[in-house]
C-alpha cells in the first residue's frame, strides 16, 4: 500500500516552533516531488510549499515565506516542513502529498496523500 503519514504537530504559543514530517511507506520518495497543504476549520484546503524531487527548488505561499523551510532526507525517505514563528492563523490540519510531476498549487495534481496533523497556535 502507498503511504504517507504526517507526525510532529500539536500545541505551541504564537511566535513558537513545529517540525512536520512526512514519511512514505510503500513506495520511495526519489522520483516524487512533496507538497504541503493545510485546512482550517470553515476554510478550504491550500497549498503552503513544495519540494522537487531532487531539493534543486523549493516554493512557498507568500504569506509564509520566511517562517517555513521545506526539506527531504531520502535516505530516511521522510520529508519535514519546519515552522518558526508561528501565528494563530497557521492553526490548521497539514497534509503532505508527493505527485511524479513538477511542483505546482493544484491539490488535483497530486495522487499520493497524508490523514493529516493538527497544529494549533494560541496562547
Known amino acids: 500500500q502507498l503511504q504517507l503519514v504526517e507526525s510532529g504537530g500539536g500545541l505551541v504559543q504564537p511566535g513558537g516552533s513545529l517540525r512536520l514530517s512526512c514519511k512514505a511507506s510503500g513506495f520511495t520518495l526519489d522520483n516524487y516531488a512533496i507538497g504541503w497543504f493545510r485546512q482550517a476549520p470553515g476554510k478550504e484546503r491550500e497549498w503552503v510549499a513544495c519540494?522537487?524531487?531532487?531539493?534543486?527548488?523549493?516554493g512557498y505561499k507568500g504569506s509564509v515565506e520566511g517562517r517555513l523551510t521545506i526539506s527531504r532526507d531520502n535516505a530516511e525517505n521522510t520529508a519535514y516542513l519546519q515552522m518558526n514563528r508561528l501565528k494563530p492563523w497557521d492553526t490548521a490540519t497539514y497534509y503532505c502529498?508527493?505527485?511524479?510531476?513538477?511542483?505546482?498549487?493544484?491539490?488535483?495534481?497530486?495522487?499520493?496523500w497524508g490523514q493529516g496533523t493538527q497544529v494549533t497556535v494560541s496562547s
Open positions: 502529498a508527493a505527485t511524479s510531476r513538477s511542483c505546482e498549487p493544484r491539490m488535483r495534481a497530486f495522487p499520493f
Open positions: 519540494i522537487s524531487s531532487s531539493s534543486d527548488s523549493r
